[in-house]
Structure formats: structure tokens, C-alpha cells
């Protein structure tokens, strides 16, 4: 009996299990990354939990860094198309407040946060934060682009505020969002310990207020305002107005 071979059919379905090993690996290593942190987590340790051979990483990733960097990069579109458009509005607005800079870093992340199946993602990125400087810096490069435009928001949106301390709030104010969009069950803990029914969309909204807050300051951020070179400058400049 003769057999025809499809070359065109054994390539999709040589494609097709390529495609299912990557995602396999990748989900794995996720959920890893975002449980134990990156340095924790071996290379042998995520293909045994994806029943993988372990050269099959190296086959489809290249090293442990390709590795992260093809996590990272896995959903980073989503999120920075969705940021791109809300900073586009801003821009055309007359003028923005530190509760819409606090929406526009947030609510893009609030749908892989509010979706169980996601959120490991970000507990992946928190632990990239948490990893050495090469790690991090993968990081760095993938969010960066967006960092300007979001600088000169936060100037449009805090014009008083001298510019160290300005990106001090919202580097502080990031680094908050982050943990706890990556662990919605204990944010709501204060909740629910007091029998108090409360839902993810209810934390992400007590999330951006807590953003806001920050960005915004206290009356110690603004004796720190009044203070500064910067300050100064401006209290001469009105009163010479």
C-alpha cells in the first residue's frame, strides 16, 4: 500500500505542537516566576511541571533571560495599546488631574488583575522587579516607552509639585499598584475580616483612589514643595507678577 505525505499538513501539525509547547511552558513558568520569584525557579523545575523535556526551553526560548523576556513580553501589547489610547485622550483634554493619571496607569492592568486566569502576570512582573538588575531591566525596556508621555501628564497634572518629588509619588505609587493588583484576595482582607462582601471591581477603584493619594501628597509632601529651589523660583515669579 503507498501512503501520500502532506508536507503542508505535517508542518501545521509540527506548528500546531510547537505553539501548544510554548503556551504550556510559558503559563508554567509564569505561575512559578509570580509564586517563588525568578531567581527561585529553575529551568528543569518548569519543564517538569510542564512535562517537558528540558532542552525543549532552550529549543523554543533560548536561555532563562529569552525566557522572561518572552513572559514579559507575552501580554505587554495589551496593556500598553490600551495605555496609549487613555494618554491620547489626556492629551486632548484642557486639563487632567492626578486621579486620571492614577486611571490610565491602572485600568489597563485591571483586566489581567480582575481575571484569575491572568493575573499570575502580574505577580510575574512584581517578582521581575524583586530579581537583580538584568532582569529587571528587561522590565524597564518593555514599560519604558510610555514613561515621557506619562512624565508630562503628570507634570500637566501636577504643576506645583517639583519634578523629583513628583516622580518620587508615582514611582512609590507604581510599585503599590503592582503588589496589590497581583494579589487581589489579600487586598480585600480588611474586608472580609470584617464579613464584609466586596468585589475585585470595588478593590481596583480603592486601588486608583490610593494612587491618587499618593500622587497627590500630604501636608509634609507640600512643606517639602514650599521648600524647594524650584518653590522658590515660582513665589518670586508671582510676586513679581
Avoid at 500546531?16 to 525568578?38: C, K, M, P, Q, S
Wanted: net charge neutral.
Amino acid at each position: 500500500m503507498n501512503y501520500v505525505i502532506d508536507i503542508d499538513v505535517v508542518s501545521q501539525l509540527v506548528e500546531d505542537e510547537d505553539r501548544a509547547t510554548d503556551e504550556r511552558l510559558l503559563a508554567v513558568a509564569e505561575r512559578l516566576f509570580a509564586a517563588n520569584g525568578i531567581d527561585a525557579v529553575s529551568v528543569r523545575s518548569i519543564t517538569i511541571e510542564a512535562e517537558a523535556n528540558i532542552a525543549s526551553v532552550h529549543y523554543h526560548f533560548g536561555t532563562k533571560v529569552d525566557l522572561v523576556r518572552a513572559l514579559v513580553e507575552r501580554r505587554v501589547n495589551e496593556v500598553n495599546t490600551d495605555r496609549l489610547l487613555r494618554l491620547r485622550t489626556l492629551d486632548r483634554q484642557s486639563s487632567i488631574s492626578a486621579h486620571d493619571i492614577a486611571t490610565v496607569w491602572i485600568e489597563p492592568l485591571a483586566r489581567l488583575a480582575m481575571d484569575p486566569a491572568r493575573r499570575a502576570y502580574l505577580g510575574f512582573i512584581v517578582a521581575l522587579h524583586n530579581a537583580g538588575p538584568a532582569m529587571q531591566a528587561i522590565a524597564n525596556d518593555v514599560f519604558r516607552p510610555h514613561f515621557p508621555r506619562l512624565d508630562s501628564a503628570l507634570e500637566r497634572a501636577l504643576p506645583a509639585v517639583d519634578p523629583p518629588l513628583r516622580r518620587f509619588r508615582f514611582a512609590l505609587a507604581v510599585q503599590m499598584s503592582m503588589r496589590a493588583l497581583a494579589d487581589l484576595p489579600h487586598v480585600g482582607a480588611p474586608w472580609r475580616s470584617e464579613r464584609r462582601p466586596i468585589d475585585d471591581r470595588s478593590l481596583v477603584d480603592a486601588i486608583v483612589d490610593a494612587f491618587t493619594g499618593l500622587l497627590e501628597g500630604g501636608s509634609y509632601s507640600r512643606q517639602m514643595e514650599r521648600s524647594t529651589p524650584a518653590a522658590a523660583t515660582r513665589r518670586r515669579r508671582a510676586a513679581a507678577d
